[in-house]
């Protein structure tokens, strides 16, 4: 919002015409983010305000892991799950006044939780025992579960530049692209304990297991995510 303000302070007076909030867009978009829907309104002919929701549809992996118990190897299903879903506020800058071509800045917000992992069949341990994930020791819960869970930031700032204006005077119908970047912060991978009754953070430099470990530092230097969108508006008015 910053953003935007300092832009518009910058264009002069006699260049803003008087369209504020006069056009309304609704539009459907398909990317990385998934599938969403917005509405734009025009601040003036330099600066569109744009909000919706986006969803990135669920989708299931499922694999299989070994463990050991007295000595004994075994084997139980897996199953991951990725999901993200975000509301988005965004202010799209028409440096020049006959250009499509603008910059975007904004926030998306949601749920912090990106991905979800557990075991689908039973964790076959003894009484007292349990896995050791990293260097963390959990317990199966009551049902022989156990749980991780992977989060980002839950307020994301956004930052990006596109074709395209969702408010047009000559068609009903309008088309954009835009491509940025959403910055959700370092992601966190997490395990739920049932004898602390809380999620705890998995660090990397406390995991032994180089594999794993390996893999819990990948996740935690993709800090900003890609935004590749296609967007097509209807203008009601």
Excluded: C
């Excluded at 463990?67 to 020049?96: C, W």
Aim: aromatic fraction near 14%.
């Amino acid at each position: 919002m910053a953003f935007a303000a300092t832009m518009l302070l910058a264009i002069p007076a006699g260049a803003q015409d008087s369209q504020i909030f006069n056009h309304l867009s609704i539009g459907a978009e398909v990317g990385t983010t998934g599938w969403g829907f917005e509405a734009a309104v025009p601040l003036t002919h330099f600066v569109t305000f744009r909000t919706g929701f986006t969803t990135l549809p669920r989708f299931d992996v499922k694999f299989d892991i070994n463990y050991t118990t007295k000595g004994q190897e075994k084997n139980v299903d897996v199953r991951g799950r990725v999901h993200m879903s975000d509301f988005k506020l965004l202010a799209d800058i028409y440096p020049f006044k006959h250009s499509s071509f603008h910059l975007t800045g904004g926030f998306y917000a949601g749920l912090p939780d990106l991905g979800t992992v557990h075991n689908t069949g039973l964790v076959d341990v003894d009484e007292g025992e349990g896995l050791e994930i990293g260097d963390v020791f959990v317990r199966p819960d009551e049902n022989g579960t156990v749980r991780l869970k992977l989060q980002t930031n839950s307020f994301k700032p956004y930052t990006g530049l596109g074709f395209g204006r969702p408010i047009s005077s000559k068609h009903k119908v309008s088309v954009a692209f835009d491509l940025g970047v959403m910055f959700w912060g370092t992601p966190a991978l997490k395990v739920y304990s049932p004898d602390e009754d809380g999620w705890i953070k998995m660090k990397k430099d406390d995991i032994d297991d180089e594999g794993f470990h390996d893999a819990v530092k990948i996740i935690e230097r993709i800090k900003v995510y890609p935004v590749l969108n296609f967007r097509i508006y209807y203008n009601a008015f």
